[in-house]
Structures are given as structure tokens and as C-alpha cells.
């Protein structure tokens, strides 16, 4: 919006040059999102607890949880209101990656909004049912693959998929690229769900993997770098920083009042849409792939789901006290912050390794 206001008066005011910057319209749209999430915040959370939308326990989690029974749920609409603020203010809106992302995030978001007002209406923990649920994401995780396929179609977009730490393999999936981005989104979407357990954890780890994407869209956005990493050159990605550089932002925002204890939390509103988000911006800077370290946390807590399950299925026995595995630490006796600020930094570490392929390759 102010990308196209601005821009032009470059020929009048040299100053305004530096809106051509994409590192500067990514740093405005963190910024944006971030001071929009603070002002925004406090008026959410007071409007949510008049209307008694409180978040509901499973009666097998921790016993410690059950004293956050009616806190403000559904704050995910603050982290999709802010982050599309700061990406409709800052970003080229001619980009068409721009919008595919805007449509998984929203798309998501609504998935996850109409189950948790389903939890509300029930006063139960469990909202849509699973299938249900499950129809929904593949309707929105369906249109947003086709849509990149269709890309693909135009020249703007590839579907060759580039493995970490090899230089030349990167086989083209052809019309197969739509079933594995399915896959990704949907993976996704569910093991950032898994995640969104305890106060914070999810939104401090989402930040995390967004702040390494937005670094590596604009880095494939640039010829040199990504001919020197040996990474796609995909030019239309660099407006994806102003993307990712404004959910990074957001998750911020929405942590300052997340954190513990919380005084909201994002209810599968905001835990669907950080998933489809995270999955989109991977697919689209072309590396797929690299989720699996950069969310490395998330695939942690997805598998110790799996493995907690077939264990139990095929043996009768738990590995785990409790699954995802966040609880089992609490179980062990680790304080809710020290599982959350030792899981953020497991994220970090995720990332930094995921970083770091670039030149392992």
C-alpha cells in the first residue's frame, strides 16, 4: 500500500529511494506489526473476557493447568489482523507470492477460528470433529498448492525441490509438487498445533522459524547470494521478508501478553495459521525440505505424538509420561518456564543448523 504511495516520489525526493529496499520495508513491517500487536493487544483481551471466551483443559493434561480454565482464547486474530497490517502496508502487492500467503494465513486462520468457536459454543476442549477439521485443512492446503503449481506454470515459481547438504540434487515433482505441498502444509499446521501447549512456547518458537525464513527469502531473492550458496534464484521470494519480517513481529506482540502466565492465549486460530504460514513461506522460497530443522521443535512434538500412540497401540505401554513431549518434561518436574526457555532454545539451535547448510553442501 504505501509501497506504491511512496516509491514515486523517489523521482522528486531522493529520500524516498529507500523504500525500494527490501530489507527496509521488512524491518518497518516487523516494526509495524509488533507496535500494532501492543495497542491492539490489551483491548482484545478485555473485549474476549467480556464475552466469556475462555480457554477450556482437557482433564488429562497437568493438573497445574487446570487453574488457566478461562483464559481469553482465540488470540490468534490478533497475530493474523497485525501480521497482514504490516504486510499490506509495506509489501509490493503486485507480487503474486504475496497473496498466496495472505490466503494460507487467512485460509488457516479461519480453520482454526471456526473450531475454537465450536469449543466455546460446546464449553469443551474439543471443538470440530476430527474429520471435519481435517476436510477443512485439506480444502485450504489443496487451494494453495494448485495456486503455486499454477505459478509454476507462469515462470515465476519452480516445483524442484533442493535437498540440504547436496549441491545438485534437486529433482522437478512436475504436477506431484501439489500432493507433497499438501503434505508439508498439512504436517505442518498439525505439529505447530501440537506445540501450542504451554504459555508462550509456540508463538516464542513460530518467531524463531520466521525470523530464518525471512532471511532466507531474501537471500533467494538475490542472484549472487543464492548463485554463491548454490540455493533457487527465486526472485519473486524477497517480498516474502516483508511477509515473514511482519508475523516475526507479530509473534512478539502477541508473546508480550502470552508469555507466562498468560493473559491470552492463541487457541487454534493462531496455532493453524502460524502452521499454514510457516509451510507456505518454506514451499515458496523453494525449500521445503529445510522445515524439517528450521521446525525442527515441531517435528519433535509431532513424532513424540506418533511414537506415544503406536507404542500404546502395539505394546499397551506409554514412552512417554504424557504426549506432545513438552508435558512429559513437565511431569518430570521441570517448571513451565524452564520447559518453555529450554524448547526456545532448542529452536534456535534448530535454526542456526539449518542456516548453516548453506555452506555444508
Known amino acids: 500500500m504505501l509501497f506504491e504511495l511512496l516509491t514515486p516520489l523517489d523521482e522528486y525526493i531522493s529520500f524516498f529511494r529507500v523504500f525500494r529496499y527490501i530489507t527496509v520495508r521488512a524491518a518497518l513491517g516487523g516494526v509495524t506489526a509488533f507496535l500494532l500487536s501492543l495497542l491492539i493487544g490489551p483491548i482484545l483481551i478485555r473485549k474476549l473476557r467480556d464475552l466469556s471466551i475462555g480457554q477450556t483443559i482437557r482433564?488429562?493434561?497437568?493438573?497445574?493447568?487446570?487453574?488457566?480454565?478461562?483464559?481469553?482464547?482465540?488470540?490468534?486474530?490478533?497475530?493474523?489482523c497485525t501480521v497482514l497490517a504490516g504486510t499490506l502496508i509495506w509489501a509490493d502487492l503486485s507480487n503474486p507470492f504475496i497473496w498466496v500467503q495472505m490466503f494460507a494465513t487467512l485460509g488457516f486462520a479461519f480453520v482454526g477460528f471456526v473450531d475454537d468457536r465450536a469449543k466455546v459454543l460446546k464449553n469443551h476442549n474439543l471443538g470440530l470433529?476430527?474429520?471435519?477439521?481435517?476436510?477443512?485443512?485439506?480444502?485450504?492446503?489443496?487451494?494453495?498448492?494448485?495456486?503455486?503449481?499454477?505459478?509454476?506454470?507462469?515462470?515465476?515459481?519452480?516445483?524442484?525441490?533442493?535437498?540440504?547438504?547436496?549441491?545438485?540434487?534437486?529433482?522437478?515433482?512436475?504436477?506431484?509438487?501439489?500432493?507433497?505441498?499438501?503434505?508439508?502444509?498439512?504436517?505442518?499446521?498439525?505439529?505447530?498445533n501440537l506445540t501450542d501447549g504451554l504459555d508462550g512456547l509456540a508463538i516464542g518458537s513460530s518467531g524463531i522459524a520466521f525470523g530464518t525464513f525471512t532471511l532466507i527469502a531474501y537471500v533467494?531473492?538475490?542472484?549472487?547470494?543464492?548463485?554463491?550458496?548454490?540455493?533457487?534464484?527465486?526472485?519473486?521470494?524477497?517480498?516474502?521478508?516483508?511477509?515473514?519480517?511482519s508475523m516475526a513481529g507479530a509473534c512478539l506482540g502477541f508473546l508480550w501478553y502470552n508469555a507466562h502466565p498468560a493473559d491470552i492465549f492463541m487457541g487454534d486460530t493462531g496455532a493453524l495459521a502460524l502452521g499454514g504460514a510457516l509451510g507456505t513461506m518454506a514451499l515458496l522460497t523453494g525449500h521445503p525440505l529445510l522445515l524439517v530443522i528450521v521446525g525442527g521443535l515441531f517435528v519433535m512434538e509431532a513424532l513424540s505424538v506418533i511414537i506415544q500412540v503406536i507404542s500404546f497401540r502395539t505394546r499397551?505401554?506409554?514412552?512417554?509420561?504424557?504426549a506432545p513431549i513438552h508435558h512429559h518434561f513437565e511431569l518430570k518436574g521441570w517448571h513451565e518456564s524452564q520447559v518453555i526457555i529450554r524448547f526456545w532454545i532448542i529452536a534456535l539451535l534448530f535454526s542456526i543448523l539449518a542456516l548453516s547448510t548453506f555452506k555444508l553442501r
Open 59 to 80: 482433564e488429562e493434561g497437568p493438573q497445574s493447568h487446570h487453574k488457566k480454565a478461562g483464559t481469553p482464547t482465540m488470540g490468534g486474530v490478533l497475530i493474523v
Open 316 to 322: 499397551g505401554k506409554r514412552v512417554f509420561r504424557m
Open 220 to 245: 533467494s531473492s538475490h542472484a549472487d547470494i543464492a548463485g554463491y550458496f548454490v540455493i533457487p534464484h527465486i526472485i519473486s521470494s524477497g517480498e516474502l521478508a516483508v511477509f515473514g519480517a
Open 129 to 192: 470433529s476430527a474429520r471435519g477439521k481435517m476436510l477443512w485443512l485439506i480444502g485450504v492446503a489443496g487451494v494453495t498448492s494448485v495456486w503455486m503449481f499454477l505459478l509454476s506454470r507462469q515462470g515465476v515459481f519452480i516445483t524442484e525441490i533442493y535437498f540440504p547438504f547436496f549441491k545438485e540434487f534437486h529433482p522437478d515433482l512436475g504436477i506431484f509438487f501439489i500432493l507433497f505441498a499438501l503434505l508439508v502444509l498439512l504436517s505442518t499446521t498439525n505439529a505447530v
